[in-house]
């Protein structure tokens, strides 16, 4: 193994022993432990769930087992940005698909591929995330909600998003994702700019009989 990618490997167990030691490396906390090391490397790497079971004494089998069982937990690498799209009843009766199909086409997505190359986006279908009111609904990294979207303003988001991150790896501020907490978040950005409250979304809007929403 290369000393570059031997350390790189040391690195991230390093990670992985201090998340341990800071849950006091009990095996009941082993959820708990899988969140954090998840919420470090935006996934569970094979590696890692291995070195957790040796770590805490318990077979791997058992690890794999709980980090299978959850939904939360993902086995494979995820974008910077996730952003789940919902197909519970309300938001697909109000065209969950054509924003779905505005993010692949906008990302380069299929069926097949949920990710981007560069790992800056992910893209998910949920059911119900609750809320209802404002369907259709996208919501970005589980904090960021965009309701009674349009394809038009999903795009416009999506364009935000994606020029964020060029300005991010120029150099610039980037976004608050994963691990850059503190930072100006892509959404707040958005609702400055007035974009879930454009013309598409006001549109629906209207049609709701609500002229308020968005993006809460
Ligand atoms: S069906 Fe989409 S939020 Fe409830």
């Given at each position: 193994?290369?000393?570059?990618?031997?350390?790189?490997?040391?690195?991230?167990?390093?990670?992985?022993?201090?998340?341990?030691?800071?849950?006091?490396?009990?095996?009941?906390?082993?959820?708990?432990?899988?969140?954090?090391?998840?919420?470090?490397?935006?996934?569970?790497?094979?590696?890692?769930?291995?070195?957790?079971?040796?770590?805490?004494?318990?077979?791997?089998?058992?690890?794999?087992?709980?980090?299978?069982?959850?939904?939360?937990?993902?086995?494979?690498?995820?974008?910077?940005?996730?952003?789940?799209?919902?197909?519970?009843?309300?938001?697909?009766?109000?065209?969950?698909?054509?924003?779905?199909?505005?993010?692949?086409?906008?990302?380069?997505?299929?069926?097949?591929?949920?990710?981007?190359?560069?790992?800056?986006?992910?893209?998910?279908?949920?059911?119900?995330?609750?809320?209802?009111?404002?369907?259709?609904?996208?919501?970005?990294?589980?904090?960021?909600?965009?309701?009674q979207?349009?394809?038009?303003a999903?795009?416009?988001?999506?364009?935000?998003?994606?020029?964020?991150?060029?300005?991010?790896?120029?150099?610039?501020?980037?976004?608050?994702?994963?691990?850059?907490?503190?930072?100006?978040?892509?959404?707040?950005?958005?609702?400055?700019?007035?974009?879930?409250r454009g013309d598409a979304t006001r549109d629906s809007a209207a049609?709701?009989?609500?002229e308020?929403?968005g993006?809460?």
């Open positions: 193994m290369p000393a570059a990618q031997k350390e790189a490997f040391q690195r991230k167990f390093d990670k992985v022993n201090s998340i341990i030691e800071r849950h006091g490396g009990k095996v009941s906390n082993l959820i708990a432990i899988l969140q954090e090391i998840q919420s470090e490397y935006r996934y569970l790497p094979e590696e890692v769930l291995t070195y957790v079971a040796t770590a805490l004494g318990i077979p791997p089998a058992t690890v794999y087992g709980v980090a299978t069982f959850y939904a939360q937990f993902s086995l494979k690498p995820k974008g910077k940005y996730v952003i789940k799209v919902c197909d519970g009843t309300a938001c697909h009766v109000r065209g969950s698909e054509k924003l779905r199909y505005v993010i692949r086409e906008k990302l380069g997505l299929d069926e097949s591929k949920d990710t981007t190359d560069d790992l800056k986006f992910t893209v998910e279908t949920v059911s119900c995330i609750g809320a209802c009111g404002l369907a259709p609904v996208v919501m970005v990294n589980d904090r960021d909600v965009y309701g979207l349009t394809p038009e999903l795009s416009i988001v999506l364009d935000q998003l994606i020029a964020k991150e060029k300005t991010s790896d120029a150099g610039g501020d980037g976004p608050a994702g994963h691990g850059t907490a503190g930072n100006k978040s892509p959404a707040s950005n958005a609702a400055g700019n007035d974009v879930t049609r709701d009989g609500r308020e929403g993006r809460r």
